[in-house]
């Protein structure tokens, strides 16, 4: 079996470097790309950042069925699509979304045993910095994603697990024992373990 893991954050804590860095150093783990409507920013690559449509292919997309999940953030449009996530999980790959609060609660009611992380920035202040440290958005834009972070963090109860991104690495050592801890569950173990299991019960 393979786990759905979905990783909220408010923009500017840290969530896209740090799956970045799990997925370098952990096997059989993939992140979803999902769809938007948003402009590319610099460095992002169409088709391995994000699939980037018109708002008008969105809407065409949604009114097909296309999304596990959407969701709108600012003026923008999200989703993720249901066809890629089940023909990963049954090759055995784990699968990260990485989506807004609303996504997350979107997946976690449609399937329940997806795990939930939520990754906080470790002040407000330092969050602020990050933001202005990119140096691509202008004051008022930093304004509302401020003010859009802490809506998001409000919303950190509905995750599982909760990393404060304040020392890189020991986030990203926090990531991997989350994801780890999945794959050691019983429900994991049981069909990778049968041979030992039967063998240790068999009759001698």
């Known amino acids: 079996m393979s786990t759905l893991f979905t990783i909220s954050a408010p923009s500017g804590a840290g969530k896209t470097s740090l799956v970045k860095k ?29 699939n980037f449509v018109t708002k008008e292919k969105f809407v065409q997309m949604l009114k097909n069925n296309i999304f596990l999940e959407h969701a709108q953030v600012f003026d923008n449009y999200y989703g993720t699509s249901q066809e890629w996530l089940t023909k990963q999980l049954g090759l055995g790959n784990d699968i990260i979304l990485e989506i807004d609060w609303q996504g997350a609660k979107q997946v976690k009611h449609l399937n329940p045993a997806t ?7 470790p002040s407000r202040t330092i969050l602020e910095e990050r933001l202005r440290g990119r140096g691509t958005d202008n004051d008022k834009i930093i304004s509302q994603r401020l003010q859009g972070a802490i809506e998001e963090i409000s919303h950190y109860t509905d995750s599982d697990y909760l990393i404060v991104n304040d020392d890189f690495e020991q986030a990203l050592q926090d990531l991997q024992t989350i994801v780890n801890s999945q794959r050691l569950c ?6 990778k373990l049968n041979d030992i299991l039967t063998e ?3 009759n001698n």
Request: hydrophobic share 35%; aromatic share 4%.
């Open 22 to 50: 799990l997925l370098e150093c952990t096997n059989n783990i993939k992140v979803s790309v999902s769809h938007t409507t948003r402009k590319p920013r610099l460095g992002e690559i169409d088709g391995v950042n994000y």
């Open 200 to 202: 240790l019960l068999g």
């Open 186 to 191: 019983q429900t994991e173990q049981v069909s």
């Open 115 to 121: 795990v939930g992380i939520f990754i906080l920035p």
